[in-house]
């Protein structure tokens, strides 16, 4: 059983571009986060929702825009993909809010912009 | 930008223990520690998680000092499967807004030989 799935788990497209990417979790969390991993592996939040609330929303452009329609889904929707925007994308899921819960990451969504 | 640090990369060899340390100067009081390990193409996987002095699971245990500015995460006896990236996580404070932030180490490469 997939913990917390991705979709797709591969993205080409062209620049210019709108697309999304879907992640469920079955895991019965109340929090679920993005992350965007660059090409040096480093990772850093984009966004966390606690209950289909936004909670944190880091600086990123407002060509992100994530969505939530319940507690086990958070969508990413990016309008006018940029070069910059290649990158692999997770999805993640913990019990509740707050920096001190362990995370259940998906295997990524790489997305390349041509 | 505070943020944690690691080393880029570790070498051993199967049976050895291996220690990597992570450097997270300003933790705040009520941050825990936290590892994650990394497979190519997937995403990280919790490892273990602490607060203060030593803790212990199945696969690692987590070193503590008491002024908490740093951890140390030991595997004891590598195997070839245990090759890839780890990172620390802790809740970090932003020096310039003192907000604080979820930020990821930049990874330790660990590489296990036969």
Not at chain 1, 17 to 34: F, R, V
Not at chain 1, 58 to 63: A, F, G, M
Not at chain 1, 87 to 102: D, E, H, T
């Amino acid at each position: 059983d997939t913990a917390v799935s991705q979709t797709p788990k591969y993205l080409v497209t062209q620049m210019g571009n709108d697309k999304s990417i879907k992640c469920e979790q079955n895991l019965g969390h109340d929090t679920m986060y993005w992350y965007k991993q660059d090409s040096k592996k480093f990772l850093k939040i984009m966004f966390s929702y606690n209950n289909k609330e936004l909670i944190i929303n880091e600086t990123v452009p407002n060509r992100f825009s994530p969505k939530s329609p319940d507690k086990a889904h958070l969508n990413l929707h990016i309008n006018s993909l940029e070069l910059g925007d290649s990158a692999v994308y997770f999805c993640a899921s913990s019990p509740g809010q707050g920096y001190n819960q362990p995370q259940h990451f998906g295997d990524g969504t790489r997305l390349s912009i041509l | 930008l505070a943020k944690t640090t690691q080393p880029i990369s570790m070498d051993s060899y199967e049976g050895q223990e291996v220690n990597i340390t992570c450097s997270h100067n300003n933790i705040a009081t009520n941050d825990y520690i936290t590892w994650y390990q990394q497979f190519p193409s997937q995403g990280p996987r919790f490892i273990i998680q602490g607060y203060k002095t030593k803790v212990t699971n199945e696969v690692a245990s987590l070193f503590i000092p008491a002024d908490r500015k740093s951890s140390t995460l030991s595997l004891p006896r590598v195997s070839l499967s245990d090759t890839a990236v780890y990172y620390c996580l802790v809740g970090d404070m932003e020096e310039d807004t003192g907000r604080r932030a979820l930020t990821f180490g930049s990874g330790t490469r660990l590489q296990v030989q036969p």
